[in-house]
């Protein structure tokens, strides 16, 4: 895998809306954060790589937990 050394700019395929028009997200990777802005503004928003792991995890964790309890309320209901 390549070592991140130096800061990589790419554009990605998904917009938001600002200001009543979609704009693209431009990303840029950086060995430590990564800094996130609309295409066409100059406010970027930096994230530490530990938040987005972080973050993940515990999307993760809140999904899996949402189907043990459906599967034991759809277990617990097929036993009337």
């Known amino acids: 895998m390549t070592r991140l050394d ?5 554009e990605t395929d998904v917009s938001v809306r600002d200001g009543g028009r979609a704009r693209t997200v431009l990303i840029e990777l950086h060995p430590r ?3 996130l802005r609309r295409k066409g503004t100059r406010r ?3 994230v ?3 938040a987005v792991y972080d973050l993940a995890a515990k999307l993760l964790a809140r999904s899996e937990r949402e189907e043990r309890l459906a599967a034991k309320k759809a277990k ?4 009337r």
């Not at 130096?6 to 790419?10: A, E, G, I, K």
């Not at 617990?76 to 036993?79: A, R, V």
């Open 6 to 10: 130096r800061p990589v700019r790419r």
């Open 33 to 35: 954060h990564i800094e």
């Open 44 to 46: 970027r928003l930096l």
């Open 48 to 50: 530490a790589y530990e």
């Open 76 to 79: 617990k209901g097929g036993q």
